[in-house]
């Protein structure tokens, strides 16, 4: 295969790179800068420039390319945010993947795949779900649910096939998100809201990335969700990461002192569930994730910055 990426410097890019060049495709990376440039060359693909907000750019990069993979974003990695902060995320979201999909027509692209969020379909109950339930619409993931609308649109103009992927938490040693957790739980700046009973969704990003890769190899129409094989309670999840990192145990704080501080968002993204499964993924694509839960991928995280710290002190 010939695989275009938008993002490909990115955490979850990277990793796409890597693994599908491992695998032998030939990968091309859009890249914005020179430090972009030089990880998409060492993950093994060729970086090419373009704007994510123009389809001829974009076309031109991508020419030859029978796959094209939107996983560009710019997620404010910080605890409270404004509408503001997410502004760009959304116009990538919305902009971006209608430039996208109009390139991948343009080049004759077989197979286009599309990033998404799992929270997109998460009922406001903390019920369970799966990619047959309705979108939820909520102001913060309005542009995911836009996206994946504009990417369907796009599948029944232009005939190619594509596979939206919705995502659950990423959790992996370099992105940005989980050391800003990390760095927090250290300070004991990271407490559990209320009970801490909320169930979350995680994906190690490496799993994230093998799963695109398994839906590009084997292109077909549709949506899945693609997260590890066990939920698990935002208590649990953040005493174990503390306790792995030396941290002291995470303060509890109640969820209107919370909201005070950090915002509803943010409170909500702690104190409601997100109770969905792979199921429906392994059983199309026969695919696995390598970290299991998330005892398996903190494992690995902490042994790779434990490493990397050795290595400084060499
Ligand atoms: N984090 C999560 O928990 C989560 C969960 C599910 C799904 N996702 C989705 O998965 C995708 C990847 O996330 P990530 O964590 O890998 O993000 P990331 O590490 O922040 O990387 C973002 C990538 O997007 C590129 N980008 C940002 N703004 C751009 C623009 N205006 N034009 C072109 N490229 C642009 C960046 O390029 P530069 O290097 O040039 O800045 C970088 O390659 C996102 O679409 C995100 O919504 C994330």
């Not at 004991?188 to 009973?197: A, D, E, T, Y």
């Not at 990461?241 to 968002?265: I, K, S, Y």
């Not at 998330?294 to 910055?305: D, K, M, N, P």
């Amino acid at each position: 295969m010939n695989v275009f990426i938008a993002g490909a410097s990115g955490a979850l890019g990277r990793r796409l790179v890597r693994q599908f060049a491992e695998r032998g495709h030939a990968v091309i990376g859009l890249a914005r800068s020179s430090k972009s440039e030089s990880a998409v060359r060492e993950a093994g693909g060729e970086p090419r420039h373009a704007d994510l907000f123009d389809a001829e750019s974009l076309a031109k990069a991508a020419n030859g390319c029978d796959t094209v993979i939107h996983a560009a974003s710019e997620i404010p990695a910080k605890q409270k945010t404004t509408p503001a902060d997410w502004a760009m995320n959304d116009h990538i979201r919305r902009k971006g993947t209608r430039c996208l999909t109009e390139a991948a027509a343009k080049i004759g692209a077989k197979t286009y795949l599309q990033q998404s969020i799992v929270w997109v379909a998460r009922p406001r109950d903390s019920s369970p779900f799966d990619e047959d339930s309705p979108a939820v619409p909520e102001p913060a993931i309005q542009a995911a649910i836009d996206a994946e609308t504009i990417a369907r649109e796009a599948e029944s103009v232009e005939g190619f096939t594509i596979s939206i992927l919705r995502c659950g938490f990423f959790y992996d040693s370099e992105s940005a998100h989980t050391r800003m957790i990390a760095d927090a739980l250290r300070k004991r700046q990271m407490p559990i809201i209320g009970g801490g009973n909320a169930t979350w969704a995680m994906i190690h990003t490496d799993d994230a990335a093998s799963a695109y890769v398994a839906a590009a190899e084997n292109p077909r129409s549709g949506l899945w969700h693609i997260t590890d094989n066990e939920l698990v309670p935002v208590r649990d999840f953040l005493e174990e990461f503390a306790a792995r990192l030396g941290a002291p145990a995470p303060r509890r704080v109640p969820a209107w002192l919370a909201r005070w501080r950090a915002g509803e968002q943010a409170v909500e993204y702690f104190t409601r569930s997100t109770r969905t499964t792979n199921a429906r993924f392994r059983r199309d694509f026969g695919w696995s994730p390598r970290y299991p839960t998330y005892r398996e991928g903190l494992s690995q995280i902490v042994a790779t910055w434990n490493a990397e710290k050795a290595g400084l002190k060499k």
